[in-house]
Each structure stands twice: as structure tokens, then as C-alpha cells.
């Protein structure tokens, strides 16, 4: 299980508070990652580096006190932090003569096939080109309100993970494990070394906590990241970044942290679709949601309602139990919702399929 050897496509995930020191940037760090990513692609290992903190690097140079909370103020110190904080890469890696790139998402850059597939194709090619991207969410665009959000570098990591096939994440934090309750109030807490499958009492061990002062993510969401590259068939270690060559350590199978078993392996279509963000809702009888189970295409006959509005080819989800790749609109499915199949093409024209979406198309939260 902690055999590594094999793991030819790394993504490491590095947590603010692991870059950052209460007064400024953490430069000793950065100089010790590179020297252990450049092992690792000494070893015939590619690397793709998920990073925090930018807005808290632009935090501290405008010497701000406390959490950013103010949408705009967050906005303005991702874009001062984000210069530094890529600086620091380019510094600490260009003394091992590796070459770093930036790459910047919205959450809308990965919910849409043509633009997903694009980043893919450009992180292939930076990676045989020797470099090693450094992913970031885009801090100064990316807003819940417009839904371009990934909430936390927690799920982004095991976004990128999954969108590239990785083997393992390591996820490198201020925590050195998942304990089975909150160690800073029960002195009598244990590490939880391995997990096989995210259960209901590994999901409530992980609790509501959230971040330090300039990060989002908590434990919770760092469960909920595991989930999603799990169903990639990824290996998961989720580790005290601050520890002493901790990467070489991990891969070297010392039992730091928590290990995340995979779960199966979703193909790659399938976990876009389960990843994206749904844009409405398409609610179906009971008849309809037993013919998907059983591999069947979604009808517009068993079609009972339509919540949102979203344009054909949109991931949504039907009922609370799947999600699809639909063939209509809303407007589209509001017209056609209980009608034959055959009503599609002479209503919208016989170049469009007569069906809401195909079984490729959709995919179950409990596949």
C-alpha cells in the first residue's frame, strides 16, 4: 500500500500556512521543495505542484491584520500575491535548472469539455517538456457568486489530479494526519494511518473546522478532495508538510500521515461529468430514474420538471442521484418534458438526438 515506486505522475498540494511564516514568505521552504521535486524528476518522476498562498503573501505585504474577508480585498491581495509567491518558484527551482510555469484556473475552466480539454493537452505538453506546472486558482477573477469558485486548493488538487490520470497526491498541510477526533481538544486522539473507503465515521473524525488565517480549506474538505481523486484511482497522503524531507520520505514508503486508498477507477469522461458543476436541475419519475439504473437513456416522457436555465451539452442533475450531460436546454426540456421522444426531432429539427442524454452521459454519486 505505501509502495510508491510505480507512481509516475506525482501532484503535490501545498497549504498556505506551510509557505508562509507569520512574517512573510517562507524562502527556507521553497528551497527544500525544490531540492525533493528535483529528485523526483531526477528519479524519471513528473510533478505538478498545487499552490496556496497568494492571497495571504498579499495580505502581509500590505500588511493587513487578521482574515481577508471582503470579496474585493481577497481579490486585490491574490493579485499583489500572486507575482510573489510565482517568484519564489522560479528562484528556489531555476538553482536545480528546472523550469516552473504558471497556470491559472476557474473552476469554469474545468466545467466546460473544450476549454478542460485544452488545459489537459497544455499540461501534457509541459510536462514533456520537463517543466513542472504550478497550478493556482485564478484568486483575482474566481467568485462563488458568478460560480467560477473551486472553494478551496484542497478540491483543486484532486481536480488536477483526477483531469491528468496521477497515481498519487500528496496533500502537504499544517496537520500530520486525520485523527479519529479533534486533537487539539482530546489529548487521547490517534492517528488514522490508512483508510480504505471514506465512510460516515471518517467524514464525521474530519469535523467542521475550517482553515488557518488566510486559507479556506479545513479537514472537511480535505476528506472531500480525497473522495474525488479516489474515484480516479489515485493514492492519496495527506501530510505535515513541514517535516523534514517530507516527500522523499513519503515516497520512500515511510508511513508519515494518512494514506487514502483508491476506489475503483472511473473512466475519464465519467469523472468530468461527476466533477463538474451542475448547471440546473432535471427532475424524472421514479419509472425513469429505475430505466438509468439499468444503463437505459433519459426519455423527455419521464421528464417532471426543469430548475435553472442552461443551454444544451450542460452538466446538471437529475434528481439528487446522478449527473448528466444533456442534450437540450431548459427551455428546450420545459417544451418537450412528458412528451415522446419523437417530438424532439419534429419540434427542434432531425439533426438533434431524441433523447435527454445518453447512458455515456450520466453518471451516478454513487457509482
Known sequence: MRNFTQS??????????????PDGINTAYFTALAEQVAALKAAGRQ?????????????????LNGPVVDLKLRQACAAIGQPLLMHEYHKAFAEHDIIVSQVLLTAEVLSRRKTYLNLRNAVEALLRLGVVPVVNENDSISTAEIGTAFGDNDK?????????????????????????KDPRRCPDAQPIRLVRDITADIEKAAGRKKGSLYSTGGMKSK?????IAALAGCRIVLADGRESNVIRRI????????????????????????????????????GAMAALRRRKSLLPSGVIG??????????????????????????????????????????????????????????????
Open 8 to 21: 509516475s505522475r506525482v501532484v503535490i498540494k501545498i497549504g498556505t500556512s506551510t509557505l508562509s511564516t
Open 47 to 63: 510533478v505538478i505542484i498545487v499552490t496556496s498562498g497568494a492571497i495571504g503573501m498579499g495580505a502581509k505585504r500590505l500588511r
Open 156 to 180: 483543486l488538487s484532486a481536480l488536477v489530479a483526477s483531469k491528468i490520470d496521477a497515481d498519487l497526491l500528496l496533500m502537504l498541510t499544517d496537520i500530520d494526519a486525520l485523527y479519529d
Open 223 to 227: 476528506i472531500a478532495a480525497a473522495r
Open 251 to 286: 515516497l520512500d514508503g515511510e508511513p508519515l500521515g494518512t494514506l487514502f486508498m483508491p476506489k475503483g477507477k472511473l473512466a475519464n469522461r465519467a469523472r468530468w461529468i461527476l466533477n463538474c458543476e451542475p448547471e440546473g436541475v432535471v427532475r424524472i419519475d421514479a
Open 306 to 367: 426543469i430548475e435553472g436555465h442552461f443551454e444544451a451539452g450542460a452538466v446538471v442533475m437529475i434528481n439528487d442521484a446522478a449527473k448528466a450531460l444533456t442534450s437540450l436546454s431548459a427551455d428546450e426540456l420545459r417544451e418537450l418534458a412528458g412528451k415522446h421522444s419523437a417530438e424532439i426531432r419534429d419540434r427542434l429539427g432531425k439533426d438533434r438526438r431524441d433523447v435527454v442524454a445518453v447512458p455515456e452521459d450520466i453518471v451516478f454519486l454513487d457509482p
